[in-house]
């Protein structure tokens, strides 16, 4: 983990967001996942926001407890997962972290439908309204509800950041104020080089280079999240664990396959990001 907190840093990333989705934050302990969070806030160069998202109400606010104590410049929080809850519940939820945790640091809601219940625009309103919360990561690639977000923040300003690559671009251009990218992980390079051709207005640029992340995007899919990443982790250098469940031997041949391809297009890619 220290390794890639410099990896990134040297990549040119803004911050790093520690045991998210991407980071498989529910294999790791308490114990774990505050030890983690306290090395890499000793670490970083750039700032550190802690996912404190837990399947239990109990378990967000120890995490988040230990998380500001240790040094982290920002949280963030989705709904508990595994079972599903309705929109009263996730605003109940949130309020009640609220007011457990003060407001020590930004709180970024975390809208990842994908695997915990979706938090519609309307309780995101009401959420942000408060007061009580910085903004939100959404990683559900639904582009209808990100153009909500957008009309949402120019009612009233707040943090939105994007965490589904395929929308990357679209949602720069279109106002949100960041990516929160996994694929960040292993092309750190080619996210900052995209970002700042959007912040410049370079179409063509843009394009190329969205392009290429797309190529990335489409290989890793084919892949239970996030094994794909992490292979491609581990061929910039850096070491990746092993993936959480086994492979099938179609999965296993695919991968080196990916592999092969990514060394290949690796080299492409840098010369790409390093000409933005």
């Not at 983990?1 to 840093?9: G, H, K, Y």
């Not at 950041?161 to 990357?168: K, M, Q, V």
């Not at 996210?191 to 489409?218: H, Q, S």
């Not at 086994?246 to 592999?259: G, I, M, Q, V, Y």
């Amino acid at each position: 983990m220290l390794e890639l907190v410099d990896f990134l840093a040297a990549g040119g990333v803004r911050g790093i967001c520690l045991l998210g989705t991407t980071g498989e934050f529910l294999a790791y302990s308490f114990t774990e996942r505050q030890r983690l969070i306290y090395l890499a806030v000793k670490r970083s160069r750039v700032p550190i926001i802690a996912g404190i998202s837990h399947a239990t109400f109990a378990g967000a606010v120890q995490l988040a407890g230990e998380a500001v104590s240790t040094g982290a410049e920002g949280l963030l929080l989705a709904p508990p997962y595994y079972f599903r809850y309705g929109q009263r519940e996730i605003e109940e939820f949130y309020m009640q972290f609220s007011r457990e945790t003060g407001d020590a640091v930004p709180v970024l809601l975390y809208n990842i439908p994908q695997f915990t219940s979706k938090i519609e625009v309307e309780t995101v309103r009401k959420l942000i309204d408060t007061g009580r919360f910085a903004g939100i990561k959404d990683s559900s690639g639904d582009w209808p509800y990100f153009e909500r977000l957008i009309a949402l923040k120019k009612e009233r300003p707040f943090a939105l950041l994007c965490g589904d690559e395929t929308i990357s671009s679209q949602a720069l251009a279109a106002g949100a104020d960041g990516l929160l990218s996994g694929c960040a992980c292993a092309i750190p390079e080619l996210l900052v080089a995209l970002a700042n051709a959007v912040a410049a207005g370079d179409n063509d640029l843009i394009e190329r280079l969205n392009a290429r992340l797309l190529e990335f995007v489409g290989w890793t899919r084919r892949f239970p999240f996030p094994v794909g990443i992490k292979r491609a982790v581990e061929l910039r250098g850096q070491k990746s664990g092993p993936p959480l469940t086994p492979l099938a031997s179609e999965t296993k041949r695919e991968l080196d396959e990916f592999s092969l391809w990514f060394k290949a297009w690796l080299p492409e890619m840098r010369r790409a990001a390093a000409h933005a």
